[in-house]
Nanobody, 128 residues
């Protein structure tokens, strides 16, 4: 059974830092592209960052570039998102996702529909 379980969300002041994690099981994590998306009520889900199966390629949304860092540990079946210089507009539920169709490729998708497996998400709230 495929599972993606996020953790590490919470409340932080603007300008602060937070790291969220996503533990995967039930599939060959080490060959999948992994992504982070976020969603706020009333808005569509938004791409945040993604990383290729071997960590060799990463992409970021313009809104988080230079502030967020995605990484992965294939030995631990875990993907991370380090968030620095947080802003109130970063407040959202952060979900991780696994892209099967691009497994084993260096191409990294920003497109929601290419991701097959999704976690439930973890809330990140940034106060002003």
């Amino acid at each position: 059974q495929v599972q993606l379980v996020e953790s590490g969300g919470g409340l932080v002041q603007a300008g602060g830092s937070l790291s969220v994690s996503c533990a995967a099981s039930g599939f060959t994590f080490s060959s999948y592209t992994m992504g982070w998306f976020r969603q706020t009520p009333g808005k569509e889900r938004e791409f945040v960052a993604a990383i290729a199966w071997n960590g060799g390629n990463t992409v970021y949304a313009d809104s988080v570039k230079g502030r967020f860092t995605i990484s992965r540990d294939n030995a631990k079946n875990t993907v991370y998102l380090q968030m620095n210089s947080l802003k109130p507009e970063d407040t959202a539920v952060y979900c991780c996702a696994a892209d099967r169709r691009n497994s084993g490729r260096t191409y990294v998708s920003r497109l929601e529909y290419t991701y097959d497996y999704w976690g439930q998400g973890t809330q990140v709230t940034v106060s002003s």
